[in-house]
Every structure is written in structure tokens, then in C-alpha cells.
């Protein structure tokens, strides 16, 4: 598939295209059914913000063994300009309002790349946060999150409640298997509004333009090094 | 214990995310494998083969060559001539001191006319992605790549006719074509890295034959050189043409024997809006032919592809490529794709037959998807087998198309023929849906006692059966004394007729397709 700006410059075509769960964020899933398997988790609640396509992506959530999901609907322009501040105001009252011990979020979505969700919610609650976990434990009440960083891995402790981010190599997420897949067809999944949570999703930013990246330019080839220095120095690249 | 989680998906617009295909990872085999010098010489490995007597390359000729190419498109370093000797299975390795690379139609014309009048052996050479020898030289003869005759002539958006050069690449035609909401009638595993004047040229079938038909249907005309460079213009763009005997079909499937390929015209269909991968665990091979019964009924005209691999075919891919295996352990699999214009539509229909397989006990588990990323993944389980092959070793590979109803049981018998000691692995794989398997073999290294125990059993065994010994990969080099279990004496007198009239010096792919008494 070949991404294409719109001619009018506010975004790229997305019409027709198919929506599926961010890869971070079924690491995320996938970590939390781990959990539950493991009998440390209890209760699994999925939320995603979004269109009515949002409610696909929960179900494969659900197939791949969470519980109960929550679709906070949110469409049309204001889908467009929707922004990690909001999500994070969004996740931080859900937090709340279900008693949640564990927040997971992929730690970037691959198509904005913001990479804030996890730090601002954690901030909002006033939570300790483990972010780029490749590795998640749970030791005496509390939880050992295990971060790549540059030279080695790094062990940070953090007590509960918390906010995680996923990175790559925590897991490998499982595939959703069919008879997985019809029982999640009858777990329950709630629809609320970012109004009945009472944030406001109003746009905080205006997009300008949205431009396709130059094009590069084709290449010439030249018979001999004084043609390449001539050329260079055309292009006032050598004196 | 930890009340709940909560966890925050995100339901992201998915853009493609272009993996790695063949072309790549081909990158990865050769640096990680032998050099080529490793590979015995096809002349000495089989020593039954004669060189025909041909023209010796001498400098005189490379001259001439230069004289039609610029040097650049004259290749005779050594190192740089290797990789065009030895084929992708590295199964053989021919001696060619000379590659040459054209860009038209009349070049090829020039070199053709120059190679007839010297008596010289020429091995026309696509993606070189063929499985059975018919890409890389014997001996010495001259390989004429088609890598650079890689221009798009035209595309016909109403009628989805797109003309193109022979060396263009099966997946960059399908990018292109997707720019207009159409798509090539064929796709294999090696689509990265293959030519479809390759895939014409041998008849290439792959995973969607069952949807789209073969390319003897969808190719509506073919431009080829003949051996003595007169260039024959079928390149017709016309879906119904009843003049005169259809000469394309010579061009089709004949492996370069008769011509080179270099433009072809291919009836590109519309590209579906929706596309379904079911992943299927299956316990009997009769549940997989009740599956491909039930999905043909079930499933209808959406139904795009039906592929089966046994437990240790996925296994090579899985284990030798490091792949995820999305189900747990069963004798069979199957993966299923429906490919239509309407996803919801499609998707009731694809859950309805799948409802009603998982009850009835047919499948045993399997799972599901629709996201491009997901398919793209499933589908590299089962592309993935040859390449996840090929690192057990030495792979004997056989290509056959049987009656649905002994379809799988060639592999059992073998299992009981072959010492198991001697033998990595043995399994099949293949399109269920057109009756075609792929049987597949395995040892450490090349060992001509195995090679006996197979051939000619598994010939005999087909040919028995009324099946044929090469279903879709061709006869290439390594299958032409087994053309006549699958080809009757006069089909073969007409045949070596053909190639004394369009090639009466045979200087076209020489020890190719033909058994050598013609």
C-alpha cells in the first residue's frame, strides 16, 4: 500500500484502510495476559480511543485474552487532532474510575510517534512509571521493570499503583485462536464518550500542512574523477 | 494480587510496512553460506552430460559483444560472473566466462543473430530463481541477463492490460499496478527477487493459481527473439484473438528453449478490497481435503487460496527461520485467504465456514486475520518453507500434481523407503487446491545414494498414478530424463521438432527441457 497526501494537505488518504492495533500496544496485551496467566493480574480491561474501527481493534484485544473492554469514542476532526495529552487525561480517569493497579501502553504508537502517552498519564496520577520495559517482574509488592538502554540493561524498581510503557522485546504476541476469538465476541465492551469522563478533546493544535517528502533526484554517472571535481565544484560543493 | 490492568490500545490506520522479501533476504544466504567455488561443477557432478559442440568464447567474440553493449554491460570479471553460474538452490554451477546485459528488444536481437552465425551456447537468465537448474549455464554457455530490460511500457487502466519489458520485477509490477487498484494475476514466494519474463517463460503457477488461472490465460501476448535474433511480435493486448495458431503458447512455458521473452502483455485484475488469512491445525490429511472441499463450497468466489504443510514443512520454517508459530502442534495446516470486494461481506462468509469447521471437528484450532501486517505474517509461514529448507542442508526437491484422493500419500511411502538416519527431513507442502504437491526431502550434505533411493521412485510412482512430475517448477536441467513419464513418445517427437525449426543450431538453453537423444 502507497501512503498518499490528500490534495488538500490536511493529512494523508486513510480512506478504505484497514485499521489494526498498534504492534507496542499488542506487546502490551500480550504482557498483560502473561500476568493474568501467571495469576499475578486479576481482571484485564482493554481501552482504545478511536472510531467505531476501534472496536475491531478491542476485540482482538479480547481474543488474545483480556477480559472487558472500554471504546471511548471519538471521531471525525477531533479524532484527527486527538494528541497523547488526551488520551493521557482519558486513561488516567479510567484508571480511577476502575481501581486499576497496572496501566500498559505500548511506549509509541508507529504512526505519530509521540512516545508521551505513558509519561503523561503517569504524571496526571501521580504514579511512578516504568518506561521501554523488556522485561516486567513482580518481587514483594513490587514491580522490577527491566529497560534496554544504551550500554546494558537497566533494573528500576517502582511500587503500585504504576504506569508501564512496552518496548519491542518484551514478548512475542500471541496470535488470537479461533475458539478465542468467538468467545470474544461475547465479552463485554462498553461505549463512553470523552464527555461522560469529563475530558475535554477539543484540538490543542492546528496541522498547517501535511507535505510528501522531496523526491530525490537522479543520479548522473561520469566517465572520470575530473568530471566528478567539475562537478563537485559546480555544485559548490569542493573550492 | 493485582485487581486489574488496565491496558490502552490504540487502533492505528495500518500503512504498509514493507518487510524484507526474497530479494533481500537472498542478500543474507549468500554471505552466510559457502562461496560459490564450493558448489561442485554441474560438468563434474553429472558426468553423463555432454558439452554439445559449440563454439569455444574466445576474445573475438567478447570484442563483438562490446561492440553491441557498452562495456560496462559486458561482464567477464570472474567474481562478478560467479553469482550468475550457480542457481538459488546452489544445487548446480555452470562455467559461463561471460555475462551480457541488454536493455531493448533489438539487443538481444544483435547478440542472438551474432551467437547463431558463431555457433555459440547461450543460457538466457532471469531472477534466477528457478528450482530446477533451467537458469544457470551447464557448461560455458553465454548468459544473457534480462535484470536491466526493466521498463513499463503501459498500462491500460479500463481494461488492466499492462505492457512491460521482460526484467521487470514481479513485486515492483505489483506495486505499480496497485497505484491503479489492480494487481498481478500470479504471486510466489520469490516475487521479490523474479522477472516476469522468468515467470512467463517457464509458467510460473504459485499461490493464487486457484483464483486467477495460469498465465497461459492471463498473458494476452508475448514479444520474443528467436535464435537467429528475427524478433516475433505476438505482443497482442487483446483478450480475444482467434487469428491463426497462438504462438505465444510456445513462448510460455518453454524455459527459453525456443525464444527469450522480451515483452510480454498480462491481464492484470482488479486488486480486492478485503482480504482474509485463515491459519488452520487440522489432525488427518483427509480433514485438509474436507477443508478444501467445504472452503470451495463454503467460500465461493472469494475463496483466493488454499495451501497445505504438514508439521515438519512449517517446521522448517518456524525452526530455521526463527518464525512464530501461531498455533500449537498439528499433523497438518492449512492457510486459506479470501480475497473479495466487500470486508463484510467476506467476513461473515469466512466466519460462517469456519463456525461450522471448528464444529464439526474438521479443524482443530487455527486463527484468523485481516490486517495487512498480520496476513503478511502468516503468509511468510508458508512462503518461508523453501528458504527455511534449504538451511537443513541439501534439499531434493520434487514439484508433482497428483489426484487429489493419493495426493499426500507419497510422503508415507517414503518415510518407510528412506533410512532415517541418512535423512534430515522429509515433508510435503503445497496448493491443495490445484492438486499440486510439493515433496521435499533433506540431508546434511548432497548424497547420491539418497538421490538413487528417490529417483526414479518418485517418477514412477506419479506417472503410475496419472500425475505429473513437474506440476509448476518446469523441467529445467535436472528433470529432462523424466519428461516421459509425464509426456507421451509423439508429444516429445513433436516437441524436439519444434526446437529443429525455431532453433536448428539449439543454441538456445542448451541440455534444458529436452531429453538429451533429441
Known amino acids: ?239 | 494480587m493485582l485487581r486489574q490492568i488496565l491496558i490502552h490500545t490504540v487502533a492505528r490506520r495500518t500503512y504498509a510496512v514493507n518487510f524484507i522479501q526474497n530479494g533481500a533476504v537472498r542478500g543474507i544466504c549468500h554471505s552466510q553460506w559457502c562461496r560459490s567455488s564450493d558448489i561442485e561443477l554441474t560438468s563434474i557432478r553429472y558426468p553423463g552430460v555432454q558439452r554439445g559442440s559449440y563454439a569455444q568464447l574466445s576474445e573475438k567474440h567478447v570484442q563483438h559483444f562490446r561492440s553491441i553493449l557498452p562495456s560496462e554491460r559486458v561482464v567477464t570479471d570472474a567474481d562478478d560472473v560467479a553469482a550468475y553460474n550457480v542457481d538459488w538452490l546452489r544445487m548446480v554451477r555452470g562455467a559461463s566466462q561471460i555475462v551480457l546485459k541488454p536493455k531493448t528488444t533489438e539487443e538481444i536481437s544483435a547478440i542472438l543473430k551474432y551467437c547463431n552465425a558463431e555457433n555459440l551456447a547461450v543460457c538466457p537468465q532471469g531472477g534466477n530463481t528457478g528450482l530446477v537448474g533451467g537458469s544457470v549455464p551447464v557448461f560455458d554457455e553465454v548468459v544473457i541477463s534480462t535484470s536491466l530490460m526493466n521498463s513499463i511500457v503501459s498500462l491500460d487502466e479500463l481494461s488492466g492490460v499492462l505492457v512491460c519489458q521482460a526484467g521487470c520485477i514481479l513485486e515492483n509490477l505489483d506495486s505499480y499496478v496497485s497505484q491503479y487498484g489492480l494487481m498481478m494475476p500470479l504471486d510466489l514466494g520469490a516475487k521479490g527477487t523474479c522477472q516476469i519474463g522468468g515467470n512467463v517463460s517457464t509458467n510460473a503457477g504459485g499461490i493464487r493459481l486457484i483464483r486467477y488461472g495460469s498465465l497461459q490465460g492471463s498473458v494476452l501476448g508475448v514479444e520474443a527473439v528467436k535464435a537467429d535474433g528475427e524478433v516475433i511480435d505476438c505482443l497482442s493486448s487483446l483478450k480475444k484473438d482467434n487469428t491463426g495458431y497462438h504462438l505465444k503458447h510456445l513462448f510460455i512455458g518453454s524455459e527459453g528453449t525456443l525464444g527469450i521473452v522480451t515483452k510480454v502483455a498480462i491481464q492484470c485484475p482488479p486488486s480486492p478490497k478485503a482480504v482474509n488469512v485463515a491459519f488452520l491445525g487440522l489432525n488427518t490429511f483427509d480433514d485438509v481435503l474436507q477443508t478444501f472441499k467445504e472452503a470451495k463450497r463454503g467460500l465461493g468466489e472469494i475463496l483466493s487460496s488454499c495451501e497445505m504443510m504438514d508439521l515438519l514443512a512449517l517446521d522448517a520454517a518456524t525452526s530455521n527461520l526463527k518464525l512464530q508459530r501461531p498455533i500449537g502442534e498439528f499433523p497438518f495446516y492449512m492457510l486459506i485467504e479470501t480475497s473479495g470486494s466487500n470486508g463484510t461481506h467476506d467476513e461473515e462468509k469466512l466466519t460462517n465456514f469456519l463456525e461450522s469447521s471448528m464444529a464439526s471437528g474438521i479443524v482443530r484450532d487455527g486463527t484468523v486475520a485481516s490486517e495487512p501486517s498480520r496476513i503478511k505474517s502468516m503468509w511468510k509461514l508458508r512462503e518461508g518453507i523453501t528458504e527455511g529448507l534449504l538451511h537443513d542442508g541439501y534439499v531434493y526437491k520434487y514439484d508433482i500434481s497428483l489426484p487429489h484422493s493419493s495426493f499426500y500419500a507419497i510422503i508415507p511411502e517414503l518415510k518407510t523407503r528412506l533410512p532415517a538416519e541418512k535423512v534430515g527431513r522429509i515433508c510435503g507442502y503445497g496448493h491443495v487446491g490445484d492438486g499440486n504437491l510439493h515433496l521435499n526431502v533433506t540431508t546434511r550434505k548432497f548424497d547420491a545414494a539418497v538421490l538413487k533411493m528417490i529417483e526414479p521412485f518418485v517418477f514412477e510412482w506419479t506417472s503410475k498414478l496419472k500425475g505429473s512430475v513437474s506440476a509448476e517448477h518446469g523441467i529445467g536441467f535436472k528433470k529432462t530424463q523424466y519428461i516421459h513419464f509425464s509426456k507421451s513418445q509423439s508429444s516429445l517427437n513433436l516437441m524436439a521438432n519444434i526446437k529443429k525449426l525455431m532453433d536448428p543450431k539449439g543454441i538456445l538453453n542448451p541440455y534444458k527441457v529436452l531429453p538429451a537423444q533429441h
Open chain 1, 1 to 239: 500500500m502507497i501512503i498518499r497526501v490528500k490534495p488538500d494537505k490536511t493529512g494523508v488518504v486513510t480512506d478504505g484502510v484497514k485499521h489494526s492495533m498498534n504492534p507496542f500496544d499488542e506487546i502490551a496485551v500480550e504482557e498483560a495476559v502473561r500476568l493474568k496467566e501467571k495469576k499475578i493480574a486479576q481482571e484485564i480491561v482493554a481501552v482504545s480511543c478511536g472510531p467505531a474501527q476501534s472496536q475491531e481493534t478491542l476485540r482482538t484485544a479480547l481474543a488474545m485474552g483480556v477480559d472487558r473492554g472500554i471504546h471511548v469514542e471519538i471521531s471525525g476532526t477531533e479524532y484527527d487532532t486527538l494528541q497523547p495529552i488526551h488520551v493521557s487525561k482519558i486513561l488516567a480517569k479510567l484508571a480511577e474510575d476502575e481501581k486499576a493497579d497496572i496501566i500498559i501502553v505500548g511506549k509509541q504508537a508507529i504512526d505519530d510517534d509521540a512516545n508521551q502517552t505513558a509519561q503523561m498519564t503517569a504524571a496526571l496520577l501521580d504514579w511512578p512509571q516504568g518506561t521501554f520495559a523488556s522485561k516486567i517482574e513482580k518481587l514483594n509488592g513490587e514491580l522490577h521493570v527491566i529497560r534496554e538502554i544504551d550500554g546494558g540493561l537497566e533494573t528500576i524498581k517502582v511500587k503500585l499503583p504504576a504506569v508501564v510503557s512496552a518496548d519491542l522485546r518484551l514478548n512475542e504476541p500471541r496470535y488470537a485462536t479461533l475458539p478465542n476469538i468467538m468467545k470474544a465476541k461475547k465479552k463485554p465492551l462498553k461505549k463512553v464518550s470523552p464527555k461522560d469522563l469529563g475530558v475535554d478533546t477539543t484540538a490543542r493544535i492546528e496541522v498547517l500542512s501535511v507535505e510528501d517528502p522531496p523526491t530525490r533526484q537522479a543520479g548522473v554517472i561520469l566517465a572520470d574523477v575530473d568530471q566528478l571535481i567539475i562537478k563537485l565544484k559546480e555544485g559548490g560543493h569542493v573550492q
